[in-house]
């Protein structure tokens, strides 16, 4: 159930991308039959990089039927820096 995705950091910034183009979660309820659950455990995502002092900005994910998840991390400083405002289309 591995994932299989592309890193990419910002030099000098506390932020980086992360493009998973395969998803063990997703593989996981597929294999489950349960795959009905699959985005509300995307929607996780926010809430756990939140609590590590993290800011999550994503529009695509791969639980909710598009070809990729499209991660952005960065931390909250980086967030206040840049004048992060979440995107409407967040999921």
């Known amino acids: 159930m591995n994932w299989y995705y592309y890193f990419k950091t910002v030099p000098g910034k ?12 997703c593989k996981l309820t597929r294999q489950e039959g349960c795959e009905e659950i699959t985005k509300y455990l995307c929607m996780m995502g926010y809430y756990t990089f939140e609590m590590q002092g993290a800011v999550l900005d994503r529009t695509k994910t791969l639980g ?28």
């Open 64 to 91: 909710c039927g598009d070809d990729e998840c499209n991660f952005h991390l960065m931390s909250r400083e980086r967030a206040d820096e840049i004048g992060f405002v979440k995107s409407g289309n967040a999921k």
């Open 14 to 25: 506390d932020e980086y991308y992360i493009t998973h183009k395969e998803c063990g979660i």
